[in-house]
């Protein structure tokens, strides 16, 4: 997610952090090269010119330049206004005061609604809601199945009517739902390639009739600024409560997630970062913004282990990550967990650290599978001491593992340097993290 972005403000705050004294020439040096790596991302230019001008701000005041760490302290007021800029605060679905609550889906065609509204259903499940999905979207027939497959694959009621309209589909469901007691409605609308009147129309008319407590509008992160643009198209004729940031998984440059609050002034919600029905996520601008900056994600990660996991087991390994106790045993029980946690990249992307450490390429799972085989060579003393592991275990490693010494060697390193990383993540201040991403001297 976002690795483009991340590798290219990386290297302005190396040179930043370098930087011994920092002049206000410097700083106007550096903000424009992140002002260029923001354009390159996509990111909304008026946007990106208010963001500048409020870092610039910030920087050149005098306890900035004149303390010891300006550097590190320019990088944490990027980090804020980062925040800033994303909104903040997390916010979620609005129930109503009386059940059942009423979601409508709505945005182009493609851009992930049905999945979305599939998720978000298992989503409200897991959290202990009886959630109803019914399928409004009347314009292509494969779309009915379509839902009916992913709720059935989620375990939880669809709402169809063939030969309906889809405002009496929207209508019919609410009554559905008042007699089976489920508490809340997601409405799956039909979407157009392009923002159209008829479209309007049919959202406006369902609107209308069911008076939804939330709409959300759900936008491909990957179409950047097109992404933007149409949610204000959609936003200036019928305004909605939230964004849905979807394939951000396969989004490297980030400017959809980074424009679409200033532009249209509603919160992004709910992210979604893969094709899997538990790849969805609430949405946190600080999180976003420090994975951003290539910080790592350590609360969601654990977030998502606690739901996949039992709870206890979770709490254990955020404990242990903050004791800096993490050893290849806690590693490798990780790995069989990703199985279910989704795509290896996707967790991967959450560790403190790993975006660093795999230097650019891509975890792929036959990557992993060795990975696995080298700890699973090792004995139970090796994988909780990896500083007794000598050359002669290295190589019996490797030849037990399949793989070769250097592989070993590997991911020997690559495991100190994650424990190091963990250590200045579990500090916890922000600070201290900007200081885990000074590079190695
Ligand atoms: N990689 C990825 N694919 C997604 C994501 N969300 C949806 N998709 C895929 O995008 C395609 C369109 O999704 P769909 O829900 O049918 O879009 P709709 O036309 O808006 O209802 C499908 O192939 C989905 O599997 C996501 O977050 N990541
Ligand atoms: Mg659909």
Redesign the pocket.
Known sequence: MFQDLTDKLELVFRKLRGQGKISEANVTESLREVRRVLLDADVNYKIVKQFIDDVRTRSVGQEVLQSITPGQLIVKIIYDELVKLMGTASAEIRFAPMPPTVVMVA?L????????CAKLANHLKKKGHFPLLAAADVHRPAAID?LEMLGAQVQIPVFAERGSRAVEIATHCLDQARRGARDVVILDTA?RLHIDEEMMREVETIKEAVKPNEILF?VDSMTGQDAVNTARAFHDRLSFDGVVL?????DTRGGAALSIRGVVDKPVKFI????KLD?LEVFHPDRMASRILGMGDIVTLVEKAQDQFDERKAQKLEEKIRKSQFTFEDFLDQLHEVKKMGSLEQVMSMIPGMNRLSGGATLDDKALVSVEAIIQSMTKEERAKPAIINGGRRRRIASGSGTSVQQVNKVLKQFGEMQKMMKTISKGKIPRILQGMRPPR
């Open positions: 945005g065609q493609g851009s992930g609604k049905t999945t979305f379509q979407g759900v979807t394939k951000l998984d396969g979604s970062v893969g094709e790849a």
